[in-house]
Nanobody
């Protein structure tokens, strides 16, 4: 089993920045990809970004250039730096870990609200 705990959400004004962090514990050795997904009110959960154990990254096309994902394998953490935030970035952000057998683990989510 893998446990994921997110932190760093909150209220930010348009144009501002936030940094989300996710700490993983448990059977970490089975984890390959880690990443972030988000779910806005009334919408389906969508990909934000993923990063492999070796550091290869993948981003949702609409977020490239504003969001940056990073991973620290030694600390078992994955982070998401979000810049130039827009009201449409408002969502619950979920940390994800995928095992080598393609099992998905999810955190409980952290709310990001972009509003003036």
């Amino acid at each position: 089993q893998v446990q994921l705990v997110e932190s760093g959400g909150g209220l930010v004004q348009p144009g501002g920045s936030l940094r989300l962090s996710c700490a993983a514990s448990g059977t970490i050795s089975n984890i390959n990809n880690m990443g972030w997904y988000r779910q806005a009110p009334g919408k389906e959960r969508e990909l934000v970004a993923t990063v492999t154990r070796s550091g290869s990254t993948n981003y949702a096309d609409s977020l490239k250039g504003r969001f940056t994902i990073s991973r620290d394998n030694a600390k078992n953490t994955v982070s998401l730096q979000m810049n130039s935030l827009k009201p449409e970035d408002t969502a619950v952000y979920y940390c994800n870990a995928r095992s080598v057998s393609y099992r998905d683990y999810w955190g409980k989510g952290t709310l990001v609200t972009v509003s003036s």
